[in-house]
């Protein structure tokens, strides 16, 4: 049997099989007959994703949007499980299934749901990839790779769960964190287009403070997409900001334009914005021990939010990936219940503490079944996050030339 973790995000596919991680863009397109093929850098079978899946040719991921005619993303949950779960599931699933690999090895993964979706779309999962599959790469030189799948279960998790669990457990799935297994803890996952909220108190989930907003990145990136458009007549697609919104600075038919103030001042106002929701859910869970700030948009707002926040922060660690931390989850809660670790009784706990039974993480994780189906709260409307005077400031900002590269 192999096991793998899956993350299907609005703005990156993570996966991992507990020695390497894969994350691309979740971009999909046609796939273009290429006339001519050239390139310097050094490629695997995970650079290059020309697949075909039911009959269809994609490309997938950064091949899309380099080279497709027509790209494929979403903001939408609806369209990302009917649309993009499949194709992006399959591909990467096939990129771990080694060559070698007995034909319909079972293949068990552990995927995740943004809270406000879980429940009502858990199941999907299942009927849209358990069973057999096949998977054509083609590569460059023209030579194609066929994998047959064979997807054995799928096992849904909410996502900001992951980031719990990859704290919690080690790589073989064993809670080592028993200090975290006995608090209660707030995850904040700020993703592309989501910003989870869950608590865990003792391994058990609380549905009441737990909730999804569409507050992620890309709402900060609508703003300055906007704005770009508006002075420079130029639609600047959300997913082809990412490397801009880092740099602050965009290149656009020859000019540099500098928008790292009116990018400082909408993530600021992002932040203000995800504090007041942690305040305002989180009113009553003022004896919350430890709150974990994830996802990759935590990595972008956690200078302005880790000081709003009132309350015990794990510290960002800034060598480590926060896009991947709820896939690293994922993969651990699947060796814990299908890997070696399985089987293995729980120590018994030392007498004068209260023991943490191991069950308790599989009963907590089977509650985590939000009552309220498919709700997303909105926030204000983009341009309201930016106040007017920032708004003129920005303009003239925009006109400002970088120096030459
Ligand atoms: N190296 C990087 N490249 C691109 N984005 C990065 C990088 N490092 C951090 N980020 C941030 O990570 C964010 C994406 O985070 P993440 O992958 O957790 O979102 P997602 O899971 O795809 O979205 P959602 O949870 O809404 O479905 C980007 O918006 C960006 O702000
Ligand atoms: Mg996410």
């Keep these: 049997m192999e096991i793998l973790g899956i993350d299907i995000g609005f703005g990156f596919t993570k996966a991992t099989n507990g020695k390497e991680t894969l994350i691309f863009k979740s971009l999909f397109g046609d796939a273009t007959d290429l006339q001519f093929w050239m390139d310097f850098g050094e490629h695997s079978l995970k650079d290059f994703f020309h697949v075909t899946i039911d009959g269809k040719s994609y490309f997938i991921g950064d091949l899309a949007e380099q080279q497709s005619t027509v790209l494929n993303f979403t903001l939408d949950q609806e369209k990302?499980?009917?649309?993009?779960?499949?194709?992006?599931?399959?591909?990467?699933?096939?990129?771990?299934?080694?060559k070698d690999a007995p034909i319909n090895v079972p293949i068990n993964i552990v995927s995740g749901l943004p809270i406000g979706y879980f429940k009502q779309n858990h199941q999907r999962f299942n009927e849209i990839l358990t069973g057999h599959h096949k998977v054509t790469y083609h590569k460059h030189d023209g030579s194609q790779l066929v994998k047959e799948i064979y997807i054995n279960k799928i096992r849904m998790l909410p996502q900001p769960i992951g980031s719990i669990l990859n704290i919690l457990m080690d790589d073989n799935g064993k809670i080592i964190n028993t200090d975290l297994a006995k608090q209660k803890v707030g995850v904040v996952d700020i993703g592309f287009r989501t910003t989870d909220f869950t608590i865990m108190d003792r391994l058990r989930y609380i549905d009441r403070s737990s909730r999804t907003m569409d507050t992620g990145i890309s709402k900060a990136f609508s703003v300055i997409s906007n704005k770009l458009r508006e002075k420079c007549g130029v639609n600047v697609e959300l997913y082809r900001l990412y490397r801009a919104a880092e740099a602050g600075a965009i290149k656009m038919k020859g000019h540099g334009l500098n928008f790292s103030k009116i990018r400082d001042q909408v993530y600021a106002q992002l932040a203000g914005t995800i504090a007041n929701d942690i305040d305002r859910l989180w009113a009553e869970d003022w004896d919350i021990d430890t709150i974990i700030l994830t996802g990759g948009g935590c990595m972008d707002l956690a200078q302005y939010l880790q000081p709003l926040i009132a309350g015990n922060v794990r510290p960002i660690m800034n060598d480590v990936d926060a896009r991947l931390n709820n896939v690293q989850g994922y993969i651990k809660y699947a060796k814990y219940i299908w890997g070696e670790s399985a089987p293995e009784p729980p120590a018994p706990p030392p007498p004068e503490l209260e023991p943490i039974e191991e069950e308790a993480v599989e009963d907590a994780l089977i509650e985590a079944q939000p009552a309220e189906d498919g709700l997303v709260e909105k926030q204000p409307l983009d341009d309201a996050l930016v106040d007017n005077d920032t708004l003129e400031e920005i303009e003239e900002l925009v006109e400002e030339k970088l120096p030459d590269e």
């Design 80 to 98: 990302l499980i009917s649309e993009f779960v499949k194709i992006l599931e399959l591909t990467v699933t096939g990129t771990f299934l080694k």
